[in-house]
Each structure stands twice: as structure tokens, then as C-alpha cells.
């Protein structure tokens, strides 16, 4: 008997392990989960990082061209305003020599209209004034010399007022060409600038991205140390159950060895029971999943065109429908599966785990204690599903198991 029940109590804690260890490989695959989305979050910041270099580098490159037609549009103005002064100047000096043109044209009008009315006159003055020949001759040379300085001036005034009035038609071709010019220049930096500008918006996008994906590569390593952190707390949980299940079974051994001391002092030999009996032990002492829905649309070990048998019992309810643990036990995983949907699975003290599929919600978390007939979720049809219902399945051994027939545990 002592042998026996050192059995049992090995057996207890081996299956309190596989629960632990069950829950273990649930969260150790999350946080592997957490650790792939947090190398897609670096890799994203990388990304973001290299496009960000490379916007900013561009900016560089525009600010040097902008600071490049700044000082050409700078130079521009200077050269402007220097013909405009330039031009200014030509005009005063063009009124002046067209004065100057005015002035001697009139002098030379008055000498020659007085040498024409008193030209007779003239010459018999010079004759009879004259102490010579040769002075009479140089008078009357003085006179023509005049005439002719009259006229030479009046020529130089006029190539002068030319001479400035073909400057100033430069200056104003040049001028026309300078506003062209600067009008071009303040063109190309309002276009270099507007680029600047949207491409420091951009660049402040990829920042802000950038802030983004380093907080939630923090979030993802918080929850990371919070899933260890789990793993950890339910490891310890177990063994605390482990301990609590050996000092139980060691209280049922000292119960038990008193019964048979009382059986060999009795004359007639008395059955003993056991006043615990495990449930799920495949006695049928298990409750329903879903109280008031008993229809079967698919049972146990049916193949209707499945490659092997239905591994489980399909029972149709309408979604929302409450689902409760069949028997008590420790919650093993409950989580979302792509074929299962959402889906819980309890192990229970004989190392025997139920399994309940397809739900549209779950009301409890892995390493929770449930009680039998607790409420743990809801019908639904998650997963690879056709129709509201509950899949209701039953493993043996260490997780994921090997499928038994829940009938004989219902």
C-alpha cells in the first residue's frame, strides 16, 4: 500500500509538471512572438533611419544651392542698382551736353548772323583800322578762326550728347536684362526654398516614426520581461501546488494506514473507499461543457471526408452560448489559434487535459485554477469553423497529447 501511494505521489507531481510545462511552452512562444515583432520594429527604425539620412543629405544639397543663388541674386541686385545710378548719371549728363549743344549752337547763330548783316562793314573797319597789310591779314584770319572754333565745338558738343545718349541705351538694355535676370534668380530660390521646406517636413515624419517605433520596441521588451516574469510566477505557482497535492496525498496515506490498522483489530473485514476520487479519471464523473445544449452535430471519431477521425464532439449552440470547465484543473493555455480559433485547454490532477475550441470569447488566462462547472467562455465560430458551436475534445499525456474519447470522461 505505502509502495502504491508513492506511485500516486509521483504520478500527482508529474502531472502538475506537465501543466507547468504546458503553460511554460504557451508563453515561451509568445515571448518568441513578442521577439520577431521587435526585430520587424528594429528593422522598420533602420529603414526609417537610412531614408531619414538620406532626406536630410538632400536638404544639405538644397541649402547649398540656395545659398548659392542667394549670393548670384545678391550680386544681381548690386549690379542692378549700379547701372540704375549708372543711368541716372547718364541722363543728368546728357541734359548737360544738350545744353551745352543749345548753348554754343545759339552763340555761333548770333556770330554768324551779326558777321552776315555788318560783313562789308566789318571788312572796312579791319582795312582802315589795320597798321598793315599783314595786320589786316591777321584780323581778318582771327575771324575765320572764330567761325571755325564755332563750329568745331558745335560738333564736339553734338558727339558728346551722342556719345552719352548711346551709354544711356545700354544702361537701359543692361538694366531690362538684370530684372530679367533677378526675376529668374528669386524664381529658382522660392522653388529651392518651397523644397527645403517639404523635404524638412518629411524628414520630421521620419522622426517622428522613428520615436514611434523605439517606443514600441520598449513596449515590446516590457512585455517581453512581463511574460517571463509569467513563466516564472507560474512555475513557482505549480510547485506550490505540487507541494500542497504531496500534503494532501500524505494526510489521505496516514488516513488510509489508520483504516487498516482498524481493519486488522476488526474480526470481520471491512471494504474501505476512498473519500476523494479524482475527477476526469474516466469514470464519466465529469459535467457537461454546455449546460442546456446536448445535440450532437458531429462525434467522436467520424471521418465525413476527413483525412482521419474527429478527434472531438461538436455540440451547435447560439454564439455567446456560456461554456464552463467540465472538471476542475489548471488553466494550460487560452489564446488564439488559426485552425482552433479561440480556444482553452484546463489540465486536471490525472494529467488529463480537456480542450474547448472555436469560442467567441475566453473568460479566463493561462494558470488560472477553475473550478468545475466555471464559466471560461463563450460559443462561437473562431477559427476553422463552419457554425456556432463547441468542439470539445479530450488529450492524455504530456501536452499536446494524444486525443481520447471524451465520452468516457463525461
Known amino acids: 500500500m505505502r509502495k502504491f501511494l508513492c506511485l500516486g505521489l509521483a504520478f500527482v507531481l508529474t502531472v502538475c509538471l506537465a501543466g507547468t510545462t504546458a503553460q511554460t511552452n504557451a508563453d515561451s512562444s509568445k515571448i518568441d512572438d513578442l521577439k520577431q ?18 532626406t536630410e543629405e538632400y536638404i544639405k544639397e538644397i541649402d547649398a544651392k540656395i545659398t548659392n543663388v542667394s549670393e548670384n541674386l545678391r550680386a544681381t541686385t548690386v549690379k542692378l542698382e549700379d547701372t540704375q545710378t549708372n543711368i541716372e548719371k547718364a541722363k543728368k549728363e546728357l541734359k548737360e551736353a544738350e545744353e551745352s549743344v543749345k548753348e554754343q549752337y545759339e552763340s555761333m547763330k548770333l556770330r554768324i548772323a551779326y558777321m552776315y548783316e555788318n560783313g562789308d562793314t566789318q571788312l572796312l573797319d579791319l582795312l ?57 534668380q528669386q524664381t529658382q530660390k522660392n522653388s529651392l526654398e518651397n523644397l527645403a ?60 494506514q489508520q483504516q487498516q490498522q482498524q481493519q486488522n483489530q476488526n474480526t470481520q473485514p471491512q471494504a474501505t473507499t476512498p473519500s476523494n476520487q479524482n475527477q476526469g479519471s474516466g469514470d464519466g464523473s465529469w459535467g457537461w461543457p454546455l449546460p442546456g445544449h446536448t445535440s450532437i452535430s458531429s ?51 490525472n494529467g488529463v487535459t480537456s480542450v474547448y475550441m472555436h469560442m467567441s470569447s475566453i473568460g479566463v488566462s493561462a494558470g488560472q485554477h477553475v473550478s468545475k462547472g466555471q464559466y471560461i467562455g463563450a460559443v462561437g465560430n473562431t477559427g476553422y469553423s463552419f457554425g456556432n458551436h463547441l468542439h470539445f475534445g479530450v488529450t492524455i499525456g504530456t501536452l499536446p497529447g494524444n486525443w481520447a474519447n471524451p465520452w468516457n470522461y463525461l
Do not use: C
Open 37 to 54: 515583432q521587435k526585430q520587424q520594429e528594429e528593422e522598420k527604425k533602420a529603414d526609417l533611419e537610412k531614408k531619414a539620412a538620406n
Open 128 to 184: 582802315f583800322n589795320s597798321d598793315s597789310v599783314t595786320d589786316f591779314l591777321n584780323k581778318a584770319e582771327y575771324i575765320s578762326e572764330v567761325s571755325k572754333y564755332d563750329r568745331d565745338m558745335l560738333t564736339k558738343f553734338k558727339e558728346t550728347r551722342q556719345t552719352i545718349a548711346d551709354t544711356k541705351t545700354k544702361l537701359e538694355k543692361d538694366e531690362k536684362e538684370l530684372l530679367a535676370l533677378q526675376d529668374k
Open 197 to 256: 521646406s517639404s523635404k524638412q517636413a518629411e524628414l520630421s515624419g521620419y522622426e517622428a516614426q522613428i520615436e514611434q517605433a523605439e517606443a514600441s520596441a520598449k513596449q515590446i521588451d516590457s512585455e517581453i520581461a512581463a511574460q517571463q516574469a509569467a513563466i516564472q510566477k507560474a512555475i513557482e505557482a505549480e510547485k506550490q501546488r505540487a507541494a500542497e497535492e504531496q500534503r494532501r496525498q500524505q494526510e489521505l496515506q496516514q488516513q488510509q
Open 299 to 349: 462525434n467522436y471519431g467520424d471521418t465525413d471526408g476527413r483525412d482521419s477521425g474527429h478527434n472531438g464532439i461538436d455540440i451547435p449552440a447560439p454564439s455567446g452560448t456560456a461554456i464552463v470547465a467540465a472538471a476542475s484543473g489548471t488553466v494550460a493555455w487560452a489564446n488564439y489559434s488559426s485552425s482552433a480559433g479561440n480556444w482553452v485547454g484546463i489540465t486536471h490532477s
